[in-house]
């Protein structure tokens, strides 16, 4: 009995052992399947989003080009755009095959890296009338590419459309999935032209500008930064760190807690005792001040820091705070390379935040001559470009050096730009895109 049971028991246990392993296996394998489909799907994703991107940036590119008339910049602008057609053919490459072919955006994209190509080997100017009416073609081609991209962001972010249930949708032959119908819509637009149609860039403060300044210790730091962003402190509580490159570190990285249950964060520099930057988190109440009453203040604010006279170069308010862009000035022109953010509460008019950006410990001073006018500088602009106001500004130029430059705001196709002009040389030295035409 004994070995009839045993016979018995030990098919029965091969069974349950073999049909565990088997489960196990099969759900080792579904487990498998899910990595990849969810390694694919963040593919498809990250391309996509970088096919918007390059596309964007392509726009922006190909407007500034139809303006500039300076030669280097006009090459400068070429190089940008064939790396970005070049970058996002490479992007639609990597999408779903059953979303392919998007011949129309492919051709597009292809059309704009030869042409790049072309110009920078035969040498042509942007000022050419066939030069620039290939351009407005080309960018009005970009601008339609561009918002159907944005169409599309905009259709899946919602409904959370996933990659591979739209290539099995397209599998199985459905057609009406809303990501299809988009690329169709993309393609197909993107198909319909024909040649008869038409600073940014500041660097933060490097903690090694004031390096000849003598070194300040721990709780220097944590005062200097007390008495500057109008607290009381510091208290026991407070905490210094070290940050930067080195044994010793470059920076201060002060935090604490303020009599008024505010947290301070802020950044001082080892040479020097310098803030470079700070904030106070907590709530700021109703707003009971107008915009232009925190600007005044943080104009009055940076001057009594020891800033000098600034100008306002930007602001925006986002609920009850004001943020403010400002630069100083030297014989009352912005050195626009520099720059003080400053963070207002329109509760109290308290300054709550502030950052200093740009080579602040360069001297500006002194300046080499300008030589060229207004008029001067204006009848070099590529007469595309509608000029709506030109400001005198000190720049720096591509070697590190001040400049006394122009920056000229103005139009083109719905579209506004600030160039700035080397008032000595009459060369580009940067062109900006101050807005983002919508759908």
Not at 154 to 159: C, G, L
Not at 355 to 363: L, M
Not at 393 to 403: E, S
Not at 424 to 433: F, I, W
Request: hydrophobic share 40%.
């Amino acid at each position: 009995m004994l070995h009839r049971t045993t016979w018995i028991a030990i098919p029965v246990l091969a069974a349950v052992v073999f049909g565990a392993a088997t489960g196990w296996w099969g759900y080792d394998q579904y487990r498998q399947r899910q990595a990849l489909a969810l390694q694919a799907e963040n593919q498809y994703e990250a391309s996509f989003h970088e096919l918007v991107a390059h596309v964007n940036a392509l726009e922006t590119e190909i407007g500034k080009a139809i303006i500039t008339s300076d030669p280097t910049a006009w090459d400068n602008r070429l190089r940008d755009m064939w790396r970005l057609s070049y970058a996002a053919q490479g992007d639609v490459a990597r999408l779903p095959y059953g979303l392919l072919p998007m011949h129309n955006v492919q051709q597009f994209l292809s059309d704009v890296a030869q042409e790049a190509n072309d110009w920078l080997d035969q040498g042509v100017r942007p000022t050419e009338r066939a030069v620039n009416k290939s351009l407005q073609t080309l960018y009005a081609r970009a601008h339609t590419v561009s918002a159907r991209l944005a169409a599309l962001t905009d259709v899946m972010a919602p409904d959370r459309l996933r990659w591979l249930a739209v290539q099995q949708a397209l599998a199985d032959g459905k057609s009406d999935n809303q990501m299809v119908d988009g690329f169709r819509r993309l393609d197909g637009e993107a198909g319909t032209f024909v040649e008869s149609r038409v600073r940014a860039n500041v660097q933060p403060v490097a903690a090694d500008s004031f390096a000849r300044e003598p070194e300040v210790d721990p709780m220097t730091a944590a005062r200097r930064l007390a008495s500057f962003a109008g607290v009381a402190g510091p208290a026991a509580d407070w905490q210094v760190q070290a940050l930067g490159q080195g044994r010793q570190g470059r920076t201060w990285l002060v935090v604490g807690q303020t009599s008024g249950q505010k947290r301070i964060v802020g950044y001082v520099t080892r040479h020097g005792g310098h803030v470079i930057a700070f904030t106070l988190s907590g709530g700021q109440g109703a707003a009971k001040f107008d915009f232009a009453d925190a600007e005044d203040r943080a104009v009055a604010w940076l001057r009594s820091r020891g800033f000098g006279p600034v100008a306002v170069m930007d602001g925006m308010q986002y609920g009850n705070v004001g943020y403010y862009v400002c630069s100083p000035t030297v014989h009352g022109d912005p050195v626009v390379d520099r720059q003080l953010s400053v963070k207002v509460s329109l509760a109290d008019l308290r300054v709550i935040g502030f950052a200093q950006a740009g080579d602040v410990g360069k001297p500006v001073l002194p300046l080499p001559p300008r030589t060229l006018t207004d008029e001067q500088i204006r009848r070099r602009l590529n007469p595309v470009f509608r000029v709506e106001m030109m400001r005198d500004v000190i720049v720096k130029d591509a070697k590190g050096r001040y400049q006394p430059a122009v920056a000229v705001y103005g139009t083109y196709d719905g579209e506004t730009y600030r160039m700035y002009i080397d008032a000595r040389t009459g060369r580009e030295l940067e062109t900006d895109r101050l807005t983002d035409r919508t759908v």
